[in-house]
């Protein structure tokens, strides 16, 4: 699946700018869905190869989930390390234009860049990934449906403790450790319970308060059930009067 995306990818940024010479992926999520990598770094995609930079935390963790990557890794903290190692590949691929997400690199790392390397211009572009990440292939689509399954079958298992004195605290607690259970990696947000005259906070933050009888409940969650970081699963906005 990665292979595909990858030819999927540089399709679309031969179709951009045939002049660009190599891309940098520095949105983490972007860098996941090209990669496998759920860590720290970035990646180098050039024509015909893909390079790994991230430090000696992740050595193992890398060479596991990114076996189509080349890996460069660095000690933590050190300075100018991913220039260092940035440099090592851009010396003998002898690219000339490198691409980069503009809305993802902070303008102190596109200085420092383009400091570091004069003889190189770098082109920005936007939502090149995100574009194709629209289209879900068959590997989402099972997660999507995987993580759809887990927030509903987890919400039906909370409904089970909720009642009268019950805190919205202890619900968040309760679906968050429920969909782990489950197989969620994660929540895709921090999760929403708000009840009563509080339920009018949009994306108001568990508190103390009582679940009260009568009252408006609304929780509000989407589980994730990979590492891939699929943000639009299944949203569930449900209203529960208790009697």
Same mark, same amino acid.
């Given at each position: 699946?990665?292979?595909?995306?990858?030819?999927?990818?540089?399709?679309?940024?031969?179709?951009?700018?045939?002049?660009?010479?190599?891309?940098?992926?520095?949105?983490?999520?972007?860098?996941?869905?090209?990669?496998?990598?759920?860590?720290?770094?970035?990646?180098?995609?050039?024509?015909?190869?893909?390079?790994?930079?991230?430090?000696?935390?992740?050595?193992?963790?890398?060479?596991?989930?990114?076996?189509? *990557?080349?890996?460069?890794?660095?000690?933590?903290?050190?300075?100018?390390?991913?220039?260092?190692?940035?440099?090592?590949?851009?010396?003998?691929?002898?690219?000339?234009?490198?691409?980069?997400?503009?809305?993802?690199?902070?303008?102190?790392?596109?200085?420092?860049?383009?400091?570091?390397?004069?003889?190189?211009? *770098?082109?920005?572009?936007?939502?090149?990934?995100?574009?194709?990440?629209?289209?879900?292939?068959?590997?989402?689509?099972?997660?999507?449906?995987?993580?759809?399954?887990?927030?509903?079958?987890?919400?039906?298992?909370?409904?089970?403790?909720?009642?009268?004195?019950?805190?919205?605290?202890?619900?968040?607690?309760?679906?968050?450790?429920?969909?782990?259970?489950?197989?969620?990696?994660?929540?895709?947000?921090?999760?929403?319970?708000?009840?009563?005259?509080?339920?009018?906070?949009?994306?108001?933050?568990?508190?103390?308060?009582?679940?009260?009888?009568?009252?408006?409940?609304?929780?509000?969650?989407?589980?994730?059930?990979?590492?891939?970081?699929?943000?639009?699963?299944?949203?569930?906005?449900?209203?529960?009067?208790?009697?």
């Amino acid at each position: 699946m990665i292979k595909e995306r990858l030819k999927i990818f540089r399709d679309k940024i031969g179709k951009e700018n045939k002049e660009i010479g190599g891309f940098l992926v520095t949105n983490l999520k972007n860098l996941n869905y090209l990669s496998g990598f759920d860590g720290e770094g970035f990646a180098l995609i050039t024509n015909n190869k893909n390079y790994l930079l991230t430090d000696s935390r992740y050595t193992e963790q890398a060479q596991k989930e990114s076996p189509d *990557f080349n890996i460069l890794t660095d000690e933590p903290n050190k300075k100018n390390a991913r220039i260092l190692s940035l440099k090592k590949i851009l010396v003998k691929s002898k690219i000339k234009k490198i691409a980069f997400e503009c809305n993802n690199l902070s303008y102190a790392d596109f200085k420092k860049y383009s400091e570091s390397f004069e003889s190189i211009e *770098f082109l920005p572009t936007e939502n090149i990934v995100e574009q194709i990440r629209m289209i879900k292939d068959k590997e989402e689509i099972i997660k999507i449906k995987k993580a759809a399954q887990i927030t509903t079958e987890s919400l039906k298992d909370v409904f089970e403790m909720i009642e009268p004195g019950v805190r919205e605290l202890d619900i968040a607690s309760e679906l968050a450790y429920t969909m782990r259970k489950k197989g969620a990696q994660k929540e895709s947000f921090d999760i929403i319970v708000v009840s009563g005259e509080r339920s009018s906070l949009i994306h108001g933050k568990p508190s103390e308060k009582k679940i009260v009888e009568g009252e408006l409940f609304v929780p509000y969650f989407l589980a994730n059930s990979t590492a891939s970081l699929i943000d639009t699963l299944l949203g569930i906005f449900f209203k529960y009067n208790i009697s």
